[in-house]
């Protein structure tokens, strides 16, 4: 039972151009999302997150969009960068039964130079 | 402080066998994640502790697997009877109590031979 799905494994960007992940979920109790990102022999490390009461959360280069009724979340790289290169990994939790965060397959993202 | 550590970073056993791995996190935060990851997939969630207690388990987490918190600051998690399905990363992750951010160790990588 996959709560959290990322659907396409690889995603492959000219450099300077936009990257776009996306993810989807199933259980409406899900009240918060999180974006990871993970390069080769490390750790998952926390990129952007956004509550359910947002539909909208900026970083700089990293915007993450929610769309509550079509249970769908999408993070935007803009411009993508050769360093931006990894694996990205969409998370959620629902923070009202508990901390458990479930995660997606991950996409890895190539931004060619 | 230099973050979430784990140890050891790779362990190979033999199917049978005993082992236990170490994580040490991040040193004010109260809770603490256990998850494994497997190739092309995402971390998958164990178990949390809040401070000393076990809140959560997994139904991945069957009797053969065991985890303490005992003190409120490392933990430990033992996989008894070793098989080569738990073959996989296993990864430690901590975060404040009032926040969804989970700061990752590097994760030690178990090969069950």
């Known amino acids: 039972d996959q709560q959290v799905k990322q659907n396409s494994p690889s995603l492959s960007v000219q450099e300077g151009r936009i990257s776009i992940l996306n993810c989807d979920y199933t259980n409406s109790m899900f009240d918060y999302f999180l974006w990871y990102k993970k390069y080769p022999a490390e750790g998952p490390t926390f990129l952007i997150s956004?509550?359910?009461?947002?539909d909208k959360n900026e970083d700089g280069r990293f915007t993450v969009f929610l769309n509550k009724s079509a249970k769908h979340l999408s993070l935007h790289i803009v411009p993508s960068q050769p360093g931006d290169s990894a694996v990205y990994f969409c998370a959620a939790s629902d923070n009202t039964g508990g901390f458990k965060t479930i995660f997606g397959a991950g996409t890895r993202l190539f931004v060619k130079a | 402080d230099t973050g979430v550590s784990q140890d050891p970073r790779h362990k190979i056993t033999k199917r049978g066998q005993n082992v236990t791995f170490r994580c040490d996190p991040i040193s004010e935060h109260n809770r603490l994640y256990w998850y494994r990851q497997t190739l092309g997939q995402g971390p998958e969630f164990l178990t949390y502790f809040q401070n000393e207690a076990q809140l959560e388990k997994s139904r991945l987490l069957s009797d053969r697997f065991s985890a303490e918190r005992p003190k409120g600051s490392f933990s430990t998690l033992e996989i008894q009877r070793t098989e080569q399905g738990d073959s996989a990363m296993y990864l430690c992750?901590?975060?404040?109590?009032?926040?969804?951010?989970?700061?990752f160790g590097p994760g030690t990588r178990l090969t069950v031979l």
């Open positions: 956004i509550s359910s009461i947002k």
């Open positions: 992750a901590s975060s404040h109590s009032q926040g969804n951010e989970q700061f």
